[in-house]
C-alpha cells in the first residue's frame, strides 16, 4: 500500500463556555490533500450528529 496513506494527523478538540452553553471546536490536520471535504461529511454524519443527539438526551 502506498505510505501516503499511513501519514499521521491530529484531532484535537477544545471547549469554552458559552452564554448557559458550551462551545465545542474541533480541529483536524495533517490529513491527505484532496481529502477534506469527504472528512468534514464523514464527521458530520459519524460524530457530530451522534454527539448532539446524545447531548440533547443529557
Do not use: I
Amino acid at each position: 500500500m502506498p505510505s501516503r496513506l499511513f501519514r499521521s494527523f491530529v484531532a484535537s478538540f477544545a471547549r469554552t463556555a458559552q452564554g448557559t452553553g458550551t462551545l465545542l471546536v474541533f480541529d483536524h490536520a495533517g490529513f491527505p490533500d484532496g481529502t477534506g471535504e469527504h472528512l468534514e461529511t464523514g464527521w458530520h454524519a459519524n460524530y457530530w450528529e451522534p454527539l448532539k443527539r446524545h447531548l440533547r438526551r443529557t
